[in-house]
């Protein structure tokens, strides 16, 4: 499938946040989530690519996962992965998340408030918290330990789940 543009992401984000307004929370109420969604929309059924695309935005009003003055504390998942080497996992997809579940009731009956999820392929790297994605600050985007994310002066968390 070809992307679409930044200008046209850009657009229909606006045009579908603005045509939505009235279905925003109020501060510290909750936030409006926006899933932007590419799909094979075209005539045929099978395996084979669909002559045609649809690229939509859609939104819904959320309230609060968690309550940030809280702050996070997450347990470190060695089992599970949420996307793998020749996977889905660069794209999201229900298939990326299925260990999420499981793996955040275990992560809360120990008294952990998330879980961080480490890459599929070397079990170092952070990938991402199960309800949202991390970024510590740095100057430069690559992988990042555990053991760094542990020495981080700043750490940032921003998703679904983490209204910044």
Do not use: W
Request: proline share 5%; net charge negative.
């Amino acid at each position: 499938m070809t992307p679409a543009s930044l200008e046209q992401f850009v657009e229909a984000v606006k045009k579908t946040v603005l045509a939505n307004d009235k279905r925003v929370p109020p501060p510290g109420k909750g936030a409006l989530y926006i899933r932007p969604l590419h799909l094979g929309s075209g005539a045929i059924l099978g395996v084979a690519p669909a002559p045609e695309y649809t690229f939509l935005i859609y939104v819904s009003p959320v309230g609060d996962y968690r309550k940030v003055s809280l702050g996070v504390n997450m347990k470190v998942d060695h089992n599970y992965h949420l996307a793998h080497s020749g996977g889905a996992g660069g794209v999201k997809s229900c298939t990326n998340c299925s260990p999420i579940v499981k793996s955040l009731v275990e992560a809360r009956s120990s008294g952990f408030s998330d879980v961080l999820f480490l890459d599929a392929v070397t079990g170092r790297n952070i990938e991402e918290a199960s309800t949202f994605n991390i970024f510590i600050v740095k100057v430069q985007e690559r992988d990042v330990t555990v053991d760094e994310l542990l020495e981080a002066e700043e750490v940032l968390c921003t998703g679904t789940a983490v209204v910044v």
